[in-house]
């Protein structure tokens, strides 16, 4: 999470050993806490949430909602998004943060997205949560009038069976889904199925992969001597390759630099 990563960036970051990430999105670790032996393959919460942001300025939203969980990294992707929104002349016509992890009842703040007059609503929710507040969205017939976008993690591909029709209809942006059509990830879909009875990838599975491969390709550029930490920190940064997710390398602010999909 991005609690831990915080808390344990300092550590590796003082006995110069590299720690490669698979999922904690802070922004704090490609900003203020970014360390040059600290890496991410997942993505920081603007890489994320900025595109959707973007997205919907361009697709004409005037009036949008925001709503997240309220703890750090839900905020933190709708300050990204609202960023993006807003330079298109957009207006947010209000918000909301439901308490984390206690809230069972999104009726109120459903109702005040429905009431707010907006043409879109934006929901930053994850795991339980999401199927919660998609359900409950769904029951009150809000998905015929005042459509989602979304970052990842409101209808991500693990969640789709527990969601169901509730997911229909949403725009939403992430790293990675399963259909990309690239010999890269065809043969990682067809693997992945072989290990994991047909079901198919999703993002975690991905970033966990490249996380191991940035590792592994780093090694086979030293020749397998990692005894020098700042040479091994250096070899993982200069890692690129084209992942089953596309393209990918290691930014400047060492967070994987790659395609985001709507």
């Not at 079901?199 to 086979?220: H, M, S």
Request: hydrophobic fraction near 40%; charged fraction near 20%.
């Amino acid at each position: 999470s991005s609690a831990v990563a915080l808390a344990v960036s300092p550590y590796f970051n003082s006995v110069k050993m590299p720690l490669v990430i698979s999922n904690a999105t802070t922004d704090e670790l490609s900003g203020a806490k970014c360390s040059p032996f600290v890496f991410r393959t997942s993505y920081s919460s603007s890489q994320m949430s900025e595109p959707i942001g973007d997205y919907m300025g361009k697709k004409g939203v005037k009036q949008l909602f925001l709503m997240a969980a309220d703890y750090v990294a839900p905020r933190e992707h709708i300050a990204a998004a609202r960023r993006t929104y807003l330079k298109h002349g957009g207006k947010v016509v209000g918000e909301a943060y439901p308490p984390f992890a206690r809230t069972q009842d999104y009726g109120p703040y459903i109702s005040q997205a429905r009431n707010a007059n907006a043409d879109a609503l934006l929901p930053i929710f994850y795991g339980s949560e999401a199927i919660l507040f998609m359900k409950q969205y769904t029951s009150y017939g809000l998905h015929k009038t005042l459509p989602i976008y979304a970052s990842s993690g409101l209808v991500n591909a693990v969640l789709l069976g527990a969601l169901g029709d509730a997911a229909l209809g949403v725009e939403a942006v992430n790293n990675y889904v399963a259909e990309i059509d690239t010999p890269e990830n065809k043969a990682f879909v067809e693997g992945w199925r072989k290990q994991n009875n047909n079901a198919d990838p999703e993002d975690f599975g991905v970033t966990g992969y490249d996380a191991v491969r940035f590792i592994i390709e780093a090694v086979r550029a030293l020749n397998g001597n990692t005894k020098d930490r700042d040479a091994f920190a250096k070899a993982i940064a200069n890692v690129k390759y084209n992942s089953p997710r596309g393209p990918i390398a290691m930014g400047k602010t060492n967070t994987i630099s790659q395609n985001i999909y709507i």
